[in-house]
């Protein structure tokens, strides 16, 4: 099993950036997409961005030459940095990984972190 845990949320004005990072755990795993997907209040979860293991990169097109998704493969770690916020960008941001783990594949997904942007 691997856990995923987010953290660096928070409020920030419009126009504004913040860092997520999402920190994988577990033993025996290898990870080939992480991913980000938010959920803003009454809608559905949307894609936000992904990362491979090869680094290729895939955006949103609302975030696109806004946000840069990036991974430590060292420290089982993937980054959002999220710049120039929108209050449209409220909502709680979670972290994805496919993967595989002991012969099995996984598809793990994190608690979830709030970004509010204010006006």
């Known amino acids: 099993q691997v856990q995923l845990v987010e953290s660096g949320g928070g409020l920030v004005q419009a126009g504004g950036s913040l860092r997520l990072s999402c920190l994988a755990s577990g033993s025996g795993f290898v990870i080939n997409t992480m991913a980000w997907y938010r959920q803003a209040p009454g809608k559905q979860r949307a894609f936000v961005a992904a990362v491979t293991s090869g680094d290729s990169t895939n955006y949103a097109d609302s975030v696109k030459g806004r946000f840069t998704i990036s991974r430590d493969n060292a420290k089982n770690t993937v980054y959002l940095q999220a710049n120039t916020l929108k209050p449209e960008d409220t909502a709680v941001y979670y972290c994805?990984?496919?993967?595989?783990?002991?012969?099995?594949?996984?598809?793990?997904w994190g608690q979830g972190t709030q970004v509010t942007v204010s006006s």
């Open positions: 994805n990984a496919l993967g595989r783990a002991s012969g099995s594949a996984f598809d793990s």
